[in-house]
């Protein structure tokens, strides 16, 4: 596959995806000679009590549990359900800043992951800034400069958190699913460029359709179109621990189809070109619970 740029974005959820799956996945993108773009959670990690919820589905329950323990690991999933969730940006600044050392791109994930894609719809305008605010304000600390980018938790945005977020001064906003890059009208007024993911994660995909280990590589590069956005999202706690070996294989793979990875905002027209406008919707997704948000379709150019 010739001329095909693919978008490399590492969101990082928890505590141990910080401690364990950055350093790893540093090392092993140092070697591909590959940067991504990072998304960070500074907050406090609760994510154990949404890996829990995800699990309570009657049907499969426990090969679900099973599946998610060698997935996650038992510290991921116990995290924040038997004591209250440890700050991340707080204990592991250095993983943080080590990233930012190694040249990737750095931007915001989330302050509490769980409580954004958790309560996001019941937020009011005051607690969401707070939330927002809080993430920016440590991450900025942490990397002793403004942060440029962010993308948000669980593919959770609504008006209110576009409108907050244009405010900031962000280079661009990777808050959705979709297939190109646009800027959303929100009640008239265009916000920040958003960089939509166009390609599904592993655990949406795994186990569906006859796709497992062994061909999931080659189904993810099938989906890629020269020429057009792509854009793969990566999750610290997956590909950088228990499916690293995977990831590996994936970078080797994508190298030898010449394939170049980069971060997102590498992916951003110049100046000069006028970015398409479109709206977002919530709708379901496949392999995922509840709704996330996409480009809409019909502004898709
Ligand atoms: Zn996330």
């Known amino acids: 596959m010739h001329n095909c740029t693919l978008g490399l974005r590492v969101d990082v959820d928890t505590f141990t995806g910080t401690r364990d799956g950055v350093p790893r996945l540093l090392q092993i993108l140092q070697t591909h000679d590959v940067h991504a773009s990072f998304f960070f959670s ?13 699990l309570k589905p009657a049907f499969l329950y426990k090969m679900w ?17 038997l004591w209250p969730g440890p700050m991340i940006g707080k204990h592991l600044a250095s993983v943080i800043r080590d990233t930012q050392k190694a040249g990737h791109e750095i931007g915001l994930h989330a302050w509490d992951h769980h409580h954004w894609q958790t309560q996001l719809e019941h937020m009011n305008r005051a607690q969401i800034q707070q939330q927002i605010q809080l993430g920016m304000d440590q991450l900025a600390a942490i990397l002793g400069q403004p942060v440029q980018c962010s993308a948000a938790a669980g593919w959770k945005c609504t008006n209110e958190t576009l409108r907050e977020k244009a405010s900031l001064g962000f280079n661009y906003n990777s808050d959705c699913r979709g297939e190109s890059i646009f800027q959303p009208v929100v009640d008239g007024r265009l916000v ?4 939509p993911v166009t390609l599904p994660t592993y655990d949406e995909v795994i186990g569906r359709d006859g796709i497992n280990d062994s061909n999931y590589n080659a189904y993810i590069l099938s989906l890629l179109r020269p020429g057009d956005l792509n854009v793969l999202t990566i999750h610290a706690e997956v590909e950088g621990i228990s499916r690293i070996s995977l990831f590996q294989q994936f970078l080797s793979l994508a190298k030898s189809q010449k394939i170049q990875l980069r971060p997102l905002y590498h992916l951003l027209p110049d100046g000069q070109t006028t970015i398409p406008q479109g709206k977002i919707e919530q709708r379901p997704i496949a392999g995922r619970e509840g709704h996330v948000c996409w480009q809409a379709a019909r502004n898709i150019i």
Do not use: C, E, K
């Open 42 to 54: 500074v907050g406090p990690d609760n994510m154990g009590r949404h890996l829990w919820r995800l």
């Open 192 to 195: 920040t460029t958003q960089i």
């Open 65 to 81: 549990r099973s599946q998610a323990a060698s997935l996650y690991g038992w510290d991921i999933l116990l995290r924040g359900t």
